[in-house]
Antibody, heavy 121, light 107 residues
Framework: QVQLVESGGGVVQPGTSLRLSCAASGSSLSTFGMHWVRQAPGKGLEWVAMIWFDGSYQHYSDSVKGRFTISRDNSKNTVYLQMNSLSAEDTAMYYC??????????????WGQGTLVTVSS | DIQMTQSPSTLSASVGDRVTITCRASQSISSWLAWYQQKLGKAPKLLIYKASSLESGVPSRFSGSGSGTEFTLTITSLQPDDFATYYCQQYNSYPLTFGGGTKVEIK
């Protein structure tokens, strides 16, 4: 049973950068697509980014395109989210989640417990 | 982008009630729909995929139906553990999108 653990969140100033990590244990992620999903305080879920099983292709929401980069290291069983030019609107709990397929983009299962990013001056 | 609209946004119900949540897509998504349950302070949990397939380990009182643009999540006999927020999600096309959520509260 795979478990996902996010890390790297924290309080940062507007305009700065942060890199989140999502480490898997219990099973390999190498044959699955992976996603980042975020949830602003008191708000609903927002899909952020997806990466194919082999890292060869990525999808992004319009709200983060050009600022965020999703990547993965299958040898470390880890997925990353590099976040640049952060603004207050990026304040949220960030979850990583495994896709049910290698590349299509399907449902998410399982999810990690989340890591909180707060952008504030 | 495909917009997902859930109704109601809040629902008050009692233990044992039958509960139905509706999710409408702004265009046809075939059966490419999932449902999640989220409890306060926790990560979402998958309940239903492909509109009506029950995830392993999820109680059979949960069921999903629909195709095209209209979908429902039904809880046949609400249990104390079911008070939570429920989200639908379409995976017909990118960007993947969620409904706004339905909070099921104790009446």
């Amino acid at each position: 049973q795979v478990q996902l653990v996010e890390s790297g969140g924290g309080v940062v100033q507007p305009g700065t950068s942060l890199r989140l990590s999502c480490a898997a244990s219990g099973s390999s992620l190498s044959t699955f697509g992976m996603h980042w999903v975020r949830q602003a305080p008191g708000k609903g879920l927002e899909w952020v980014a997806m990466i194919w099983f082999d890292g060869s292709y990525q999808h992004y929401s319009d709200s983060v395109k050009g600022r965020f980069t999703i990547s993965r290291d299958n040898s470390k069983n880890t997925v990353y989210l590099q976040m640049n030019s952060l603004s207050a609107e990026d304040t949220a709990m960030y979850y990583c989640a495994r896709d049910s397929s290698s590349s299509r983009g399907n449902w998410f299962d399982p999810w990690g417990q989340g890591t909180l990013v707060t952008v504030s001056s | 982008d495909i917009q997902m609209t859930q109704s109601p946004s809040t629902l008050s119900a009692s233990v044992g009630d039958r509960v139905t949540i509706t999710c409408r897509a702004s265009q046809s998504i075939s059966s490419w729909l999932a449902w999640y349950q989220q409890k306060l302070g926790k990560a979402p949990k998958l309940l239903i995929y492909k509109a009506s397939s029950l995830e392993s380990g999820v109680p059979s009182r949960f069921s999903g139906s629909g195709s095209g643009t209209e979908f429902t999540l039904t809880i046949t006999s609400l249990q104390p553990d079911d008070f939570a927020t429920y989200y639908c999600q379409q995976y017909n096309s990118y960007p993947l999108t969620f409904g706004g959520g339905t909070k099921v509260e104790i009446k």
